[in-house]
């Protein structure tokens, strides 16, 4: 069984749409990390949790927003989606010294 | 600015020849360096990490890197490449001071060439 789970593993939606991706772990991690990757960009940085009542905001949070409903979910909204959204999303948990574990993503189309 | 350079954003090589995938990193301070691994459709996977000791570190797979201090690099290599090697290569680093944050490199897609 996976230890970072990620659901939907694909969407489509359209512009103006609230869109919420939904990250699940079972490795007993406090630290929960959100990501988007893009073409020749690398992963950047969204949000990141150290426990459910830490939140921080990453490199790149605005339009996004996200939910620590406990120490095992971890969820990305997006209020109201528009095209240069459209990604590849993951979620990643972390142990020291910082080694990060990652789901397998979720790709979101945004029309 | 604290920053991860990947030189060369797609490497290709022979089947059975090095590998040599460079980073390089700006910070007087020595981070922890990381080296993941990502298949088609799949998320990242760690090859190695670098945090203190050793600065020749091994990873899964065949693959190494080594912390040079002076060069502020950590250069990822694999003496003999496999078909299966083909992937897509990001090099992390987790600066001092950056509130346990992952800076990553924008990849470096690796193909092998029969």
């Known amino acids: 069984d996976a230890d970072v789970t990620q659901t939907p593993r694909n969407r489509i939606t359209k512009t103006g749409k609230r869109i919420m991706l939904e990250c699940s772990q079972t490795?007993?991690?406090?630290?929960m990390y959100w990501y988007r990757q893009d073409p020749g960009l690398g992963l950047r940085l969204i949000y990141y949790s150290f426990d459910v009542k830490d939140i921080n905001k990453g490199e790149i949070s605005d339009g996004y927003s996200v939910s620590r409903q406990a120490q095992a979910k971890f969820s990305l909204s997006l209020e109201s989606a528009i095209p240069n959204q459209t990604a590849l999303y993951f979620c990643a948990t972390s142990r020291p010294p910082d080694e990060q574990f990652f789901g397998p993503g979720t790709r979101l189309t945004v029309l | 600015a604290q920053s991860v350079t990947q030189l060369g954003s797609h490497v290709s090589v022979s089947e059975g020849a090095l590998v040599l995938l460079r980073c390089n990193y700006s910070?007087?301070?020595?981070?922890?360096l990381f080296w993941y691994v990502q298949y088609p459709n799949q998320g990242l996977q760690l090859l190695l990490k670098y945090t203190t000791g050793a600065t020749l570190v091994k990873g899964i797979n065949g693959f190494e890197a080594e912390f040079k201090k002076s060069e502020t690099s950590f250069h990822l290599t694999k003496p003999s490449a496999h078909m299966s090697d083909a992937a897509e290569y990001f090099c992390?680093?987790?600066?001092?001071?950056?509130?346990?944050?992952?800076?990553f490199g924008s990849g470096t897609q690796l193909t092998v060439l029969p």
């Open positions: 992390a680093v987790r600066f001092s001071g950056s509130a346990r944050q992952l800076t």
């Open positions: 910070s007087s301070v020595p981070p922890y």
């Open positions: 490795k007993g991690h406090d630290r």
